[in-house]
């Protein structure tokens, strides 16, 4: 085993010297990052397909394609990440210069995960080259020929005293957690996460935790099934299954359920061509274990579609089970796999009130036509994030926020998300030394008057809502109201030759 201690104190050491906070080194890591990809397409391509039976195209979709667009938008905007938020002044600091400036936390962990191994690891690395951290990445042994990939290539593109990739198995993540980080990032489970939440506590170092949980999905009546059955097995089935914002499950009434399984049914058929044994497109699962616990699942419900095995290859076909109960063992726990339960329900009421009694999830989906039925969903329940009419693709969107709420994650990351993850928030005060006497009131000895004049310049009152908003006005409206009677009735001469003794002007 390394000595992660020597490892870690030398990357600190890279960090003082101050480089990692540059603009241009930011740039240029970013870039070498772009180029190791542009470069290595074909082998991470291979690696995937060893490790996952993952499609090229897949692939490149959902792992280089998709960490490619995010580094160009961080290198395209780095600049403007990177300066300081100037945010609104009272009359106390009207003229000191406030800032809110981003400054990198020093030393990150990415863990990565397995079953995206290249998009989940990358991705995090993003954020923190360009919050201008060094990092230490740890890629999941269970996708081994990416790890092993992803050290070469970060040793040949990368600067080496900032970003260093660490291999091994459980033994050697323990030992690592026990190294003092100024953050860490962790994609993976729930058991894991409260690992990596326990030694983080110890220094007291923040986290983001990117988990998973069973998302669920609602299919209403009156829908296009057969456009619902594409979009949700396309879902379900990438990575075979192995998704941590896949559908989970379906709430549905059982007269939905119906049909919607005959439209499933023809959409698998489509996509692989009839036999998703022998369909290029379709992946395997990652290794003996999970398929074992996803295998121990099938054994829940009526399975309608699917169901077919093969343990040496760890191939479990796309399998609809029907009248699944939440008693199931497929409703226990993250299905995580090609395994799709179906749950009828009553109505959308039902269907709200169980994902309120479950914890909540990453991803919830919901088809629908009926925007009252879609907005009672939003407002009554919380998850990471909602794809309406549609699974999964939110999650490419860089402008919006990825990560889970609870028990499916803290923190999120994507696009501007990550610099901010991956940054923290320096509040910046700036002031002269003189002009001192604005300041006596602040000193003591403390008198009404002071509180008077502190009270004027700080204090702050809820704006009023709805007619009451114009009473503050109302005395001036009085007043011009009042000027044009005297002006209409008395006349402007009239008024002029009355003030004059009072302004002191004279003829």
Known sequence: MADYSKIVGEIRQAFRTGKTKTYQWRREQLLQLYKLLEESSKEIEDALYKDLHKHRIEAIVFEIALVKNDLANAIDNLSEWMKPEKPPKNLLVAMDTLMIQPEPFGVSLVIGAWNYPIQLTLLPLIGAIAAGNCCVIKPSELAHNIAILLEKLINKYMDNESIRVVNGGVQETTALLKERFDQIFYTGNNVVAKIVMEAAAKHLTPVVLELGGKSPVYVDKGVDMLTVAKRLMWGKTCNSGQTCIAPDYVMCTAEVQNELIEKIRIVIDQFYDGNTAT???????INDRHFQRVKSMLKSGDIVIGGNINEEERYISPTVIKD????????????????????????????IDYINDGEKPLAMYIFSNNNKIVDKFLQQTSSGGVTVNDTVIHAGVMTLPFGGVGHSGTGSYHGKYSFDAFSHKRSVLKRSLAMDFINAVRYPPYTDRKLGVINFLTGKKPKRTGILSFLPFLPLVLFGAFLAFVYKNVGLETITNKLKPLIGKKE
Request: proline share 11%; aromatic share 6%.
């Open 324 to 351: 699944v109960k939440p008693i199931d063992t497929v409703m226990q726990s993250e299905v995580f796999g090609p395994v799709l339960p179906i749950m009828p329900v009553m109505n959308e009421d039902q269907a």
């Open 279 to 285: 369909s290029e497109c379709y992946g395997r699962i």
